[in-house]
């Protein structure tokens, strides 16, 4: 029996090394989690946000048809760009969350959520769509996940790929709803995604590349900090990051697009409740 149990081990041992190696794949380095992972995961703490009402009350697609359509085109534009690794494994899938929060969060797997509060706050296209491709970016580098396995360890993902605990796949989700502190993103980890939101941008030849940078513009004048504005709990910010932004696109020597300040008034106005 004791010889059993040895080989079992072993077998689990064997499995989750097997997808730790298979993880190590197209240039975005070493993750605890598989790309099959990343969607599973994904997918479970999307059904967990849609069985929350109260935490996370959506803004019905079908009610809000023109709000979708905005934020969808845009999302498409986006995804046109040849930069991006994991575009053929990830359903990209954006859903707006009614609720006054200047929060936008991704799941691994391409799940992207945004409050209200956030798209109200913002100026113009440029600024949605540089923390849009930000968000887009932090899950095709596969920041989120790797986030994820480093705070919550080996136990979560042996609970994941056997099936043991998904219920605390749903208390992820809303941790990082909420900004929990643990869940920051790396300074590493912001400046790729903020160079590949450039990156993104900057194929489109639509949005102006460095639409990321207005969105920390305006966060530095109105004087907000991760502790009034729940995206920064996640996402930290640092003095040196619009200079970084900056010199990135400067690189290009790109013209860049429009930031198409009218069309998103009339997206605040009139497509948002």
Request: aromatic share 12%.
């Amino acid at each position: 029996m004791k010889n059993k149990g040895l080989i079992i081990n072993w077998i689990i041992i064997l499995v989750f090394m097997a997808g730790v190696l298979a993880s190590c794949d197209k240039e975005t380095g070493f993750n605890l989690f598989t790309i099959e992972e990343d969607i599973a995961i994904g997918e479970s703490m999307d059904s967990a946000i849609r069985a929350d009402p109260v935490e996370f009350p959506i803004l019905d697609p079908i009610g809000y048809p023109d709000a979708y359509q905005f934020m969808n085109s845009m999302m498409q534009r986006i995804l046109q760009s040849n930069d991006f690794v994991h575009k053929q494994d990830f359903t990209y899938e954006l859903t707006i969350i009614d609720k006054e929060v200047m929060n936008a969060f991704a799941v691994p797997g391409g799940k992207l959520y945004f409050y209200t509060g956030l798209l109200k706050y913002l100026d113009n296209s440029a600024n949605l769509a540089g923390v849009l491709a930000h968000e887009m970016a932090h899950v095709d580098r596969r920041h989120s996940s790797a986030q994820l396995s480093k705070y919550y360890g080996v136990d979560l993902i042996l609970n994941a790929i056997f099936g043991v605990d998904q219920s605390q796949l749903e208390q992820i989700a809303i941790d990082l709803a909420d900004g929990l502190a643990a869940l920051k993103f790396s300074r590493s980890d912001e400046y790729e995604a903020d160079e590949y939101s450039i990156r993104y941008l900057d194929d489109t030849d639509y949005y102006h590349p460095t639409g990321i940078s207005g969105f920390f513009e305006k966060l530095k004048l109105d004087g907000q900090t991760a502790e009034t504005f729940e995206f920064l709990s996640t996402h930290p910010s640092d003095d040196n990051r619009l200079a970084n932004i900056n010199e990135i696109w400067v690189g290009f020597g790109s013209p860049g697009g429009d930031y198409f300040e009218p069309e998103y008034a009339d997206f605040k106005t009139t497509m948002l409740p």
